[in-house]
């Protein structure tokens, strides 16, 4: 309905029913009690204490847009995703960024990592693309997840965000140190959503039309360029308007300053994973773009703010198990919990037919057996059979779909125990060379200072403990980085 057939119509109740009231309750008698006989003041008070839905325990914050996505490089030599079938070819998408361990209410300029998940239209079904800023993750097993996420939320007993929880999970887990190390650099705070990099972080697969599998990490890179706040600036912005990121993207967008990213990609053959130095499906570590170079494939640019933030960027549900054809999972252990965890999380926060919902819709028809359940708002399957196989219609499967098995070498099968083999267990050489090889002087002081800073925020019960596990770990990374920072906090650990 376009806004001029908006004007001048009769308020209704949810029904339809035009109410004769919206401001004054019924009452008996010009002074007397209100009545319950008002359905309209029901039914508004009702619906009010109920406009708030559960937030997503991690991503609360976020902000999102429409746009759309246009291939600029032919990959059909490893994909046959149809999205990807030729140059120009366009694909509406949705992107949703946000920060990970903050409540709706808190600032947009905290340092913390931020989400960067894309939902892809396509005419096989949603392609949702669900990853952060950095390449790498805290930790590689979605066993330790809920524990991680419990320490970047509020202390059991003062119920505020503590940093002892922090660097004492840190310093128990020295594969976080690879992510610890970009947290707390001068990229830890993007500028807005416009200016930082979005990446799947996890290793995924590529199909392409002759069953023929390989590995693929996807990388978002902003056409804007990289800019962030220093701590400081960060921290004043906070103050000043905690909505910075949201208001930044509401505005750019609607000045026709319209924000993109390319979207490349790095490929890994199998026979080259099954040989590499280290896992290639561990999500701490990067794989180096030397021997991996960077291959574009798209761009992907944002035009369009939604009319309803709620209908559209606090409803969108974006799950990593939501595959198209020529796309797909790998062995990571951490994507293969999330595969689960996601759709799970969006069945409580949105009730079990979040699918249904516009934002979430898929452009093509579904036709499955799923009925009933709560928030069901199309028309249920009308009379059609609720389970298959049945002898009414002449529903089935496609047999083209099929993703080809995956042969799990028994050397990549070692990589993922954590009890076996060197290959798995270095956690130091790739932040050791981003300290030493990527930083310059003014980077590496900004990583210093944030180090100390947090790390001086430590209570004072197991402080020399956890302070002096983490220099072990920044020493076995790099002697002069863990020196610093010991210098820094006045702390002798040697």
């Known amino acids: 309905m376009e806004e001029k057939d908006k004007k001048n119509q009769k308020i209704t109740n949810a029904a339809g029913a035009p109410t004769p009231s919206y401001e004054d309750s019924q009452t008996a008698g010009p002074h007397g009690p209100v ?15 109920r406009e708030r839905i559960p937030e997503r325990v991690v991503h609360a914050k976020g902000s999102g847009a429409f746009g759309v996505f246009r291939v600029t490089a032919d990959i059909t030599r490893y994909c046959r995703a149809k ?3 030729e140059i120009g070819k366009e694909t509406k998408v ?15 300029t905290v340092r913390d990592p931020r989400g960067f998940a894309v939902k892809f239209y396509t005419e096989d079904g949603n392609w949702d693309m669900v990853g952060n800023n950095t390449p790498v993750f805290f930790i590689k097993d ?3 997840f809920p524990d991680f996420i419990h320490t970047q939320k509020r202390d059991p007993k003062t119920n505020c965000p503590d940093m002892t929880m922090a660097w ?10 690879h992510q610890v ?31 023929e599998v390989v590995w693929i990490k996807f990388h978002f890179l902003s056409n804007q360029g990289i800019k962030c706040f220093r701590n400081k600036d960060a921290v004043v912005m906070a103050g000043e308007d905690p909505n910075w990121c949201q208001r ?31 896992n290639p499906f561990d999500v701490t570590k990067v794989w180096p773009h030397k021997e991996f170079p960077l291959m574009e494939v798209g761009v992907m640019t944002l035009n369009k703010i939604p009319d309803n933030y709620f209908a559209t960027v606090e409803q969108a549900a ?21 595969l689960f965890a996601y759709q799970d999380a969006h069945r409580y926060r949105l009730g079990a037919n979040f699918e249904m919902l516009p934002v979430n819709r898929p452009i093509t028809e579904v036709n499955d057996y799923q009925r009933d359940g709560h928030m069901n708002c199309g028309d249920n399957g009308g009379s059609a059979p609720n389970y298959f196989p049945n002898s009414f219609d002449n529903s089935g499967v496609d047999p083209a779909y099929k993703i080809p098995a995956q042969k799990i070498d028994v050397a990549i099968a070692d990589f993922y125990d954590r009890n076996k083999g060197e290959k798995d267990e270095d956690y130091y050489t790739q932040p050791g060379a981003l300290y030493r090889d990527v930083m310059d002087d003014d980077r590496k002081q900004q990583l210093v200072d944030v180090l100390v800073l947090t790390m001086n925020q430590i209570g004072t019960e197991k402080r020399d403990e956890i302070i002096r596990r983490q220099l072990g770990i920044f020493e076995k990374a790099d002697p002069g980085l863990a020196e610093r920072v010991a210098k820094g906090l006045n702390f002798e650990y040697k």
Not at 35 to 40: E, N, P, R, S, V
Not at 185 to 208: A, E, K, L, Q, V
């Open 318 to 338: 974006f799950a990593p198990s939501n595959f198209v054809d020529g796309i797909s999972y790998s062995p990571d252990k951490m994507l293969q919990g999330r």
């Open 142 to 144: 979605a066993k330790k």
């Open 35 to 49: 009545l319950l006989q008002d359905g309209y003041l029901i039914e508004k008070l009702g619906h009010f204490n």
């Open 168 to 177: 004492d999970f840190w310093s128990l887990n020295p594969e976080s140190l």
């Open 181 to 211: 190390m970009i947290l707390m650099s001068d990229r830890g705070i993007p500028y807005s959503y416009r200016y930082m990099h979005g990446f799947g972080s996890h290793t995924y697969s590529m199909i392409n039309d002759r069953n």
């Open 94 to 108: 949705l992107l949703r960024c946000s920060t990970v361990g903050g409540e709706r209410g808190s600032a947009d």
């Open 248 to 278: 930044d993207l509401v505005k750019a967008i609607e000045d026709g300053n319209y924000p993109s990213w390319t979207l490349k990609i790095q490929v890994m053959t199998q026979e080259q994973a099954v040989n590499f130095r280290f």
């Open 83 to 85: 999205l990807f079938s």
